[in-house]
Nanobody
Framework: QVQLVESGGGLVQTGGSLRLSCAAS????????MGWFRQGPGKEREFVAA????????YYTDSVKGRFTIPRDSAKNTLDLEMNSPKRENTAVYYC???????????????????????WGQGTQVTVSS
């Protein structure tokens, strides 16, 4: 089992930058695929980015490619979400999640599906203003 705690949320202006952090404790961090999701007001939870546990391959939703990155520090057991030039529509509660497997075949094709994740943090609010 792994426990996840997000931090770093707050108010950021469009064109600025904000870094969220997900700290994992419990079982070895490298045992899980890791992901970031968000849920805006009145919206369903949606995929933002993910990293595979062994190859450290990254996946991003199209709308954040080139603006967001997910640096990982294995020594500290953290996976951050670096948000550059966020947009107002990026206002949401951001969640960190961990998955033992991505689907039956453990494929990156399933990285974007919330149902594939076994553990979730409590979330951190990000508000983007213009």
């Amino acid at each position: 089992q792994v426990q996840l705690v997000e931090s770093g949320g707050g108010l950021v202006q469009t064109g600025g930058s904000l870094r969220l952090s997900c700290a994992a404790s419990g079982r070895t961090f490298s045992s899980y695929h890791m992901g970031w999701f968000r849920q805006g007001p009145g919206k369903e939870r949606e995929f933002v980015a993910a990293m595979s546990r062994i190859a450290l391959r990254t996946y991003y939703t199209d709308s954040v490619k080139g603006r967001f990155t997910i640096p990982r520090d294995s020594a500290k057991n953290t996976l951050d979400l670096e948000m550059n030039s966020p947009k107002r529509e990026n206002t949401a509660v951001y969640y960190c999640a961990a998955a033992r497997r991505w689907g039956v075949a453990d494929s990156g094709s399933y990285a974007s599906r919330p149902a594939e994740y076994d553990y979730w943090g409590q979330g951190t609010q990000v508000t983007v203003s213009s």
